[in-house]
DNA sequence: CTAAGGATTTGCT
DNA sequence: GCAAATCCTTAGA
C-alpha cells in the first residue's frame, strides 16, 4: 500500500519540471529553516563540512561536501550584488527566505551558487566542494579537470560539476527534491576555519575585499586557492 | 599572464 | 529602445 502510493508520488515528482519538484518523502537529514535563519557569516562558517546533495535523475545523485564559502552581507557591503539595497531581477533571490538558492552567471558562460541567508540581501557563496559520490559523471561535464580535486574547487567549476545553472535560481533548499544540504557528519572545530579576504572583489575596494569574509576548511585539497 | 564569453546592468537617446 | 561597460571565472599560453 505505502510502496504503491510512494511510487505515484514518484512518477509525478519525475515528470514535473525540474526545478519546480517538492521533496515526496522524508529526506533523512536535510538542513532546514532554522539552520538558514542565521546570520550570513554564522551560516557561511556553518556550511563547511556540511554536504550539498543534487540530484539529477531517479538514478544519480552527486553529493559534494562543502569546504569553501563567503559571505555577502548586502547592506554595506560594497562587493555583493545586494549593495545598498539595490534590487535587481538577477538578484531577488538574495532578499528571499533563508534557505533560497541564488545562482547568478557571470562572465557569461559561468554560474556560481549562493545561499540566501538572514538579512536583507545577505548570502553565502559556495566556491568549493570536496567530491564524495558520483565522481565519475562529474568528470563528463568538468572536461578539463585531471583529478579529483579539479572537479569542484571553484565558484563555477562546482556548478558545472554538478550540473547546477539559472533553472535552479530561487528554489528552496528545505524543500527542492533535486537539490538540498545535508548537516555535518563529522564536528568541524573553528580551529579548522580559515578565515580570509574574499576572492575576485577588488572592485569593491581593498576594505571590503580584505574583510575576512571567506572561509574555507584548513588544509582540505579541494579549496579554490591558497 | 591574457583571452574568451555572454548575461546583466547602466546610461544614455 | 539600444550601446557600452561590467563581471563573486576558467582554461590555456
Not at 533560497?100 to 566542494?129: K, M, Q
Not at 555535518?184 to 569574509?213: F, M, P, Q
Amino acid at each position: 500500500m505505502a510502496a504503491k502510493k510512494l511510487k505515484r508520488q514518484s512518477e509525478q515528482f519525475y515528470s514535473s519540471p525540474e526545478p519546480k519538484r517538492k521533496k515526496i518523502d522524508q529526506e533523512a537529514d536535510r538542513c532546514a529553516t532554522a539552520f538558514y535563519s542565521q546570520p550570513c557569516e554564522s551560516l557561511a562558517k556553518a556550511l563547511l563540512g556540511c554536504t550539498l546533495v543534487r540530484e539529477t535523475s531517479p538514478t544519480l545523485r552527486l553529493t559534494a561536501t562543502i569546504v569553501e564559502t563567503e559571505a555577502y552581507l548586502g547592506g554595506e557591503d560594497k562587493a555583493a550584488h545586494s549593495y545598498n539595497g539595490k534590487r535587481t531581477p538577477r538578484n531577488e533571490a538574495m532578499y528571499m527566505d533563508p534557505g533560497t538558492c541564488y545562482v547568478y552567471s557571470v562572465y557569461g558562460t559561468h554560474s556560481c551558487v549562493n545561499v540566501s541567508s538572514l538579512g536583507e540581501g545577505a548570502a553565502v557563496l559556495i566556491r568549493a566542494l570536496e567530491p564524495v559520490t558520483g565522481v565519475e559523471n562529474m568528470y563528463t561535464r568538468r572536461k578539463s579537470a585531471k583529478k579529483d580535486k579539479d572537479l569542484c574547487n571553484g565558484p563555477a567549476k562546482l556548478c558545472q560539476a554538478l550540473d547546477i545553472d539559472k533553472t535552479l535560481n530561487k528554489v528552496d533548499l528545505t524543500s527542492c527534491a533535486c537539490l538540498w544540504v545535508e548537516p555535518r557528519s563529522h564536528d568541524l572545530a573553528d580551529d579548522d576555519i580559515v578565515c580570509t579576504g574574499r576572492v575576485g572583489v577588488n572592485y569593491a575596494g581593498t576594505e571590503w575585499s580584505n574583510k575576512h569574509l571567506r572561509f574555507y576548511v584548513k588544509g582540505n585539497r579541494c579549496v579554490s586557492r591558497l
